[in-house]
């Protein structure tokens, strides 16, 4: 598998993952497969780029990187390979990796494919095995079949359809460091990132930088001196295109103060909404651009956006808003949740070691509370995954909920919980493929309450997986359906569910659906949201951290929630503890 020293987060995951299926094909040590996978989950929930934290020596602070795999990534950052690595793949063919980001492939299914078809090129694997398999040849090959040639087809349908596109976390992060470059330089009055990212979208594109200015030639040399520039593809009177040495695309604009307002206005967009807006100036005998309101020969200039939308007859929409789903004609705007409104967050995940299914998480109860109660919350939802039900008996999987409930009491009341945030007793819960959930009756018992959760199996027809969904949401102990849709941004599409069943359900029952604030689940998507809103569904905006620092994530999530019009009172997590309890029935 191909590495540089530049690879971003999104690349950095897939290369720990392609290990891990390295090691697993190989059959190696499993303890260190689960290190490589739980790496991989770190790196694409981080904030920050993995190599601005080794540039800063704090690797350490990303759960999972210890002194071997940091001492690799030391390796990587500066030489651009890592012969440990190198020695992983080694005997591995390298298409086998490039199957394995087609939906529905897991490593050993991309190793046979590679091997038994002699597909030993990467940058043709995909193309050759859609071909294959619509001849009709796949089949030949042992363990494959027609419908295994439908959904190898069906795959490489979805993953045609992924874009090279940044996470929002990923892309906040590089924009804010082009704007602190920035707003060091005494020319720069003001600057602010557009487009998609303004708009705070799950996945952005290129970076586009707004910048006001009197002097845009200095401004924009001052610009050129970002470190991480590679070369500069475009440049003009107003604008400066750059490539980043992680291959990523940024155009900065730089105009006067009194176009700032036009200019932000016009690159936030979207597309869409600008049209909306054309439309409504046309009737009134105006014109739009990014320099400001033209009517007739003469050109009003805007500083701010307020101004700009006043100029229209409309209040000020804010960027998440600007999507054409009804908020230039709507009557009164909704008031959007705020971060501050956040009064806790119910879906963390602890180191306490109950043998879980999936990845532990790497702090104390101690330690999460204190980063709750440095972002201001009343209590903290303490959600590990169910143990293990593979090698555990239902006998031993209670008493390990037993076990790990009197250490959230003894938590609760004991000097270390100074700070009195409450700390709820959960359980994020598999839905397993029948339905039916991996704890049993007793072990439900002993919980304040579960949040379900798909994560295995996929890809059931529509009626099936929305029925799975509902028997396993149906239990009474289930108050909030996790990352409903299942979906992994620019790697797994969403499971196929009917989505008003599921919707009259949740209303019907009082079952919760969760914003997850993962990076990369951004999970229900804004246009479930909206509906959701609509319909009178609450919602949970939650983090799903693995570690205390991934707390401060939830903004990604409050972001989701405005871009669906949520208001304060359609979030759960809004409420103060007591109105909570109530809901819940704590």
């Not at 990467?122 to 959904?151: N, Y």
């Not at 006067?256 to 009134?284: C, I, M, W």
């Not at 799903?544 to 991934?550: E, F, G, K, N, Y």
Request: glycine share 6%; aromatic share 6%.
């Amino acid at each position: 598998m191909k590495t540089h020293r530049h690879m971003d987060n999104r690349e950095l995951a897939g290369l720990f993952r392609a290990l891990a299926s390295a090691l697993e094909i190989k059959k190696k040590n499993r303890f260190r497969i689960i290190a490589y996978q739980n790496v991989a989950a770190s790196i694409e929930k981080s904030p920050q780029e993995l190599k601005d934290l080794w540039r800063e020596g704090k690797l350490d602070q990303v759960p999972g990187i210890g002194k071997n795999i940091a001492a690799h990534l030391d390796e990587l950052f500066q030489t651009g390979r890592v012969k440990h690595f190198d020695q992983i793949f080694r005997g591995l063919p390298e298409a086998m990796f490039k199957l394995m980001e087609v939906p529905g492939i897991g490593p050993k299914t991309a190793y046979k494919l590679a091997t038994k078809l002699k597909l030993n090129q990467a940058s043709t694997a995909v193309p050759r095995l859609k071909r294959l398999a619509q001849e009709g040849k796949l089949r030949r090959v042992e363990g494959f079949g027609e419908q295994s040639e439908k959904d190898i087809i069906q795959g490489i349908s979805e993953f045609h359809q992924k874009e090279d596109r940044m996470l929002l976390s990923a892309a906040s992060h590089l924009a804010r460091k082009i704007l602190d470059h920035l707003q060091k330089s005494p020319l720069v009055i003001k600057a602010e990132h557009l487009g998609s990212l303004r708009r705070q979208k799950d996945t952005v594109g290129d970076i586009d930088i707004a910048v006001a200015t009197k002097n845009p030639q200095g401004a924009a040399a001052y610009f050129l001196k970002f470190p991480e520039i590679k070369k500069i593809t475009d440049q003009g009177e107003k604008k400066v295109s750059v490539l980043l040495k992680n291959g990523r695309q940024v155009d900065v604009r730089f105009h006067p103060p009194d176009e700032y307002g036009s200019l932000v206005q016009h690159f936030t967009g979207s597309k869409s909404h600008n049209v909306k807006l054309r439309e409504l100036a046309l009737k009134k005998g105006l014109s739009l651009s990014e320099y400001g309101i033209k009517k007739g020969k003469s050109l009003k200039k805007f500083a701010s956006e307020e101004k700009f939308y006043a100029a229209l007859g409309l209040k000020y929409i804010p960027p998440e808003l600007r999507e054409d789903r009804g908020e230039i004609t709507t009557k009164v705007l909704p008031k959007l949740v705020e971060l501050d409104d956040i009064k806790g967050d119910l879906h963390v995940h602890s180191d306490i070691d109950i043998q879980t299914s999936h990845d532990l998480g790497a702090d104390s109860l101690k330690n999460l509370v204190l980063k709750a109660r440095s972002l201001g919350y009343q209590y903290l939802g303490v959600a590990d995954h169910n143990p293990a039900t593979t090698n555990h008996t239902s006998k031993q999987i209670i008493a390990i909920i037993k076990a790990r409930k009197d250490k959230i009491d003894k938590f609760n009341t004991s000097h270390e919980n100074k700070m009195k945030i409450k700390v709820l007793n959960l359980l994020e819960v598999d839905i397993k493929p029948d339905g039916s959930l991996a704890v049993p009756e007793q072990g439900l018992d002993l919980l304040d309450f579960a949040l379900v959760s798909i994560h295995s199996s996929f890809r059931q027809p529509l009626k099936t997986a929305t029925q799975r969904l509902l028997t396993g949401l149906s239990h009474p102990k289930a108050k909030i359906l996790a990352h409903p849709t299942a979906r992994m941004l620019n790697r797994r599409p969403p499971v196929n569910l009917d989505w008003d069943k599921i919707f009259a359900f949740c209303l019907k029952n009082h079952k919760v659906l969760e914003i997850n604030s993962s990076p990369e689940r951004l999970d229900l998507p804004d246009s479930l949201v909206k509906r959701a809103v609509d319909l009178g569904v609450k919602l949970a905006v939650n983090t799903d951290a693995h570690a205390a620092d991934q707390l401060g994530g939830i903004a990604s999530g409050v972001a989701v929630a405005r871009r669906g019009w949520a208001e304060a009172r359609d979030v759960i997590n809004t409420l103060p503890y007591a109105k909570l309890a109530a809901i819940l029935n704590l």
